[in-house]
């Protein structure tokens, strides 16, 4: 397998761009070309993560005429919107990190391709089946607008608890199968001079999740989808109630560690790692964001956030929100290789280097199977298999940022013993119900 360097260089290096003299006609519509792509068409390709690059290979080898420049860039928006307002976008583009692109405004503004001729499209790896098909059931509502999918986001971050394995077999503790075993386990590593739960109380988002997973592993995904639909009273449900409240045991029982309340997420982690606390929610990015900082033979490990009782509606109910939107400008030069280069990157092949080479899990169904991997990425990935289509997710975070943080916020008071639950329940669906009330808020709907 071509290492991240090498593929770029051969992709940016190894092909020399001909002209010619008027337009080839296009080939036939074919399961081997499904979007007639020309062969001779240059791919402009402009990324905000190397891996974004990787499909560049296989693209290559199937056109090989074709010149393919993938341009890795931390200043995606800053390069990007002129070409946007010029009529001169790339013909595919990956967007994450601080300088991201706004891509509700460029879907409002009719900048995006529609990506459902992708997902109907014969597989790359198998012309009887889709792509749709291929690929995590459930991690495509965050690209759509309006019911039209004008992004197709490729990393599957999972979350749940982590711990250390090796902590664990040293005092001969069991990951907890419920919501009272978590209890228990907390009151024995307290009793073992241990700060049992941390989190980065200056970023609560995190108990959010939380409380949230529980809810949905409860009372099922309609959930979560009534609270991203803004519908009268989702925040007073039943399912959220008890979660609340039994997240909220964390704080009545003494089983967070000391000054969890100030610490951000990378001093919440070294806390972790140093084995001052024994369990910390966050996503699978953790290992990477904290490399070079897990002490040898510590198994930093992941586990399910466990289920309030023994009858949920989800019962391997997983958190998995799917991130990393790859696009395809509508005014592309090459849209058609453009998306080409996607179906080509939900490849098994590329999926599974994105994932070895880059630790991190995608959303192509199976792509992460066989591979040698750390502890860490191993139990998300068998956690992601163990799940189904009992996959957990929610947008309102995306889609309503401001009152994300309401909810987090108004979250962070309860658990530091500032509001009851009732308190917690009314200020959060408050700021929901004035939300929906806002004409001035563009709002979305899951069906």
Known sequence: MLKRRTLLQAALAGAVVSGCSGAPAAPPVSPENPFTVGGNAPLDVVV?????????SAYRKKYTSAVVTPKVTQQLSDELLPRFAAGSPPDVALSTGDNALELGRLVKDGALADLQQLLDAPSWDNQNAKVKDQLLAGLLDVGR?????????????????????????????????????LLALGTDMKAAGLGPFIYAGTHPYYLLELVLTLAAK??????????????????????????????????????????????DHIGSQKRFLASKAGMLPCGNWLENEMKGLVPEGFGLTMFAVPALDSSPALASGLHVAATAPF????????????????????????????????????????AADGLEMSTALRSARDLLTAAGDQVITWYFDTWYPAFATTAATTTAQF???????SEWTARIQAAADKLKQDAEVTKYHRD
């Open 48 to 56: 905000s993560e190397e891996y974004g690059g990787f499909a560049a």
């Open 145 to 181: 607008y309006d019911g039209t999918q004008r992004s197709l986001n490729y990393i599957a971050t999972v979350y749940g608890l982590w711990y250390s394995a090796g902590l664990f077999q040293r005092n001969n503790w069991e990951v907890p199968r419920s919501w009272p075993d």
């Open 218 to 263: 409860t009372g099922g995904p309609d959930v979560v989808k009534r609270i991203d639909n803004l519908d009268d009273g989702a925040w007073k449900d039943e399912s959220v109630t008890r979660a609340i409240t039994a997240v909220g045991e964390l704080t009545k029982r003494g089983l967070l560690a000391p000054g969890t309340a100030q610490y």
């Open 327 to 366: 696009l395809v400008p509508e005014k592309a030069k090459n849209k058609a290789g453009g998306l080409e280069y996607l179906r080509a990157l939900l490849s098994a092949d590329v999926a599974a280097q994105v994932s070895s080479e880059s630790s991190q899990l995608t959303i192509v169904r199976g």
């Open 415 to 421: 658990m530091a013993g500032g509001l009851q639950q």
